[in-house]
Each structure stands twice: as structure tokens, then as C-alpha cells.
């Protein structure tokens, strides 16, 4: 298993301004995913960050907005940026685990909030 | 393309009643299938999963059954308990780690 840690855990943010999540796992993970899970919503990936390559974006989602680094292998962010109340939501992150049956862990999540 | 359908909620049952919540998924090749759970607050943890058919997956007592000839995979538990209120997730993996979730059914359990 992983455990995973994100900060902030919450966060009151302006419209305009962008928020960087932090992701930290207690252990080397090869594949690290960032969702959001909108209030009351399923979840819904932003993209797959795997250490060594360019993070893979879904469709609906632009790197631009949602910059992503992942400089090692126990530790990567998400950047929400030029923040609209549209991006309200929990952001998620999550590992996979090599040798696992596809079971991903995921982390407490981070509460946006855009006035 | 590939998709979970899961029962809407939320569903309301009363402490020691029996819990379905059904699962059904469209997917190309074979899929794992899995039950996330939500507590309240709480990130998503892994309840149970199933990786071919007719392979049943089993926690706290929680059982699912892989069922291919009707792409169903429905959750059930003999009696449930007021700590099982909770959101759940139904979802697919096909390949690359790549999960689909359902919509999600939230559960309360009345003492």
C-alpha cells in the first residue's frame, strides 16, 4: 500500500489567482494521477503524471491551466491557475503501484474554494 | 467508450438490513473491476476488486461478483452498520492504470 499526503488540505482562493497542491507519498510510485471530484460529483482525471515524461492530460483539461510538475519519484503538484468559482472543487491525487492489481490509493484531497 | 453505471442514491437503510448497490460497465477487452469507499471527509480507499470473471472480491463484509455475461459487478452486505454510511464508487480498469468511476451511491445507515 501508499500513504499519501496532500497539502493544503483546504484553501479560500480569489478569482484570478492561482493554487498550487502538493502531493507527497511514502514511498517510490512510477505513476501518480490528479482527479476532481466536483461537490456531490464522480471523479473526473486531469491528467497522469508519470516521473520522466510530460504529464498526460485528459480531454477538458490544458496544461496551461493545470500545470503539473513531478520532479521524483514521492512527490508531485498541481497548479489550478487564474482561478474561476467554476474550479471549486476537491483535487485529488492518487498513485498506482507497479506489481498491484490496478488498485490506485488516493490521497485526503484538497477543498478549493473561488469567490 | 468505456463506461461504469452505477445505481443512484442516496439509499437509506436501517442498521442490520441488507445492502445491494448495483454495478454495470461497458468496456472493451476485460476489465478489473473495483468498489471504492468514501467515508465522510476522507479520500477514497480501495474496498474491494475483482481483476477476471467470476472472481468475487470480499472486505469487512462487503462480497462482489465478477459477472462477464451480464457486465455487472453489484455490492452486497448482509447487514450493514451506521460506520458503513459512506459514499461508494463503482470502477473499471482496463489498461495502463487508467480507472473509470461511476457516479457514485451515497449510503446512510440508521441506527
Known amino acids: 500500500s501508499a500513504v499519501i499526503s496532500q497539502k493544503p488540505s483546504r484553501d479560500i482562493c480569489q478569482r484570478g489567482t492561482s493554487l498550487t497542491i502538493q502531493c507527497q507519498v511514502d514511498?517510490?510510485?512510477?505513476?501518480m494521477f490528479w482527479y476532481r471530484q466536483q461537490p456531490g460529483q464522480s471523479l473526473t482525471l486531469i491528467a497522469t503524471a508519470n516521473q520522466g515524461s510530460e504529464a498526460t492530460y485528459e480531454s477538458g483539461f490544458v496544461i496551461d491551466k493545470f500545470p503539473i510538475s513531478r520532479p521524483n519519484l514521492t512527490f508531485s503538484t498541481l497548479t489550478v491557475s487564474n482561478m474561476s468559482p467554476e474550479d471549486s472543487s476537491i483535487y485529488l491525487c492518487?498513485?498506482?503501484?507497479?506489481?498491484?492489481?490496478?488498485?490506485?490509493?488516493f490521497g485526503p484531497g484538497t477543498r478549493l474554494t473561488v469567490l | 467508450g468505456d463506461s461504469v453505471t452505477q445505481m443512484e442514491g442516496p439509499v437509506t437503510l436501517s442498521e442490520e438490513a441488507f445492502l445491494t448497490i448495483n454495478c454495470t460497465y461497458t468496456a472493451t477487452g476485460y476489465p478489473s473491476l473495483f468498489w471504492y469507499v468514501q467515508y465522510p471527509g476522507e479520500g477514497l480507499q480501495l474496498l474491494l476488486k475483482?481483476?477476471?470473471?467470476?472472481d468475487k472480491g470480499s472486505n469487512k463484509g462487503f462480497e462482489a461478483t465478477y459477472r462477464k455475461e451480464t457486465t455487472s459487478f453489484h455490492l452486497e452486505k448482509g447487514s450493514v452498520q451506521v460506520s458503513d454510511s459512506a459514499v461508494y464508487f463503482c470502477a473499471l480498469m482496463t489498461g495502463g492504470f487508467k480507472t473509470i468511476f461511476g457516479a457514485g451511491t451515497r449510503l446512510f445507515v440508521k441506527a
Open positions: 475483482a481483476t477476471k470473471a467470476d
Open positions: 492518487s498513485v498506482g503501484l507497479a506489481g498491484g492489481r490496478g488498485e490506485q490509493f
Open positions: 514511498s517510490q510510485v512510477t505513476m
